[in-house]
């Protein structure tokens, strides 16, 4: 799962604010923080890592024949030509 930078909002006063893919953190000037979580996004984040992997794990597994999606083409099973007539 890839991980995304977080942007700080910039601001020349307090709250100082940073945004993450699945977070806001907000530092105030008495030393008072703030931290909020957005569960969907990581939620998300996390299904669509496993889908991927379970997408990648189906090819590495997929039978070797031609036809098959995700199927390795060797020699041995790549499919002979013929002549067109």
Do not use: C
């Amino acid at each position: 799962m890839a991980t995304r930078k977080k942007k700080e909002v910039e601001t020349n006063t307090w709250p100082k604010v940073t945004v993450g893919s699945h977070s806001t953190r907000t530092e105030y000037e008495d030393g008072r923080v703030d931290f909020v979580w957005d569960w969907e996004a990581l939620q998300q984040d996390v299904r669509e890592a496993i889908a991927e992997y379970e997408r990648k794990k189906l090819v590495e597994e997929a039978p070797y024949h031609p036809g098959y999606e995700g199927a390795v083409v060797n020699e041995v099973t790549k499919p002979k030509r013929t002549r067109k007539k």
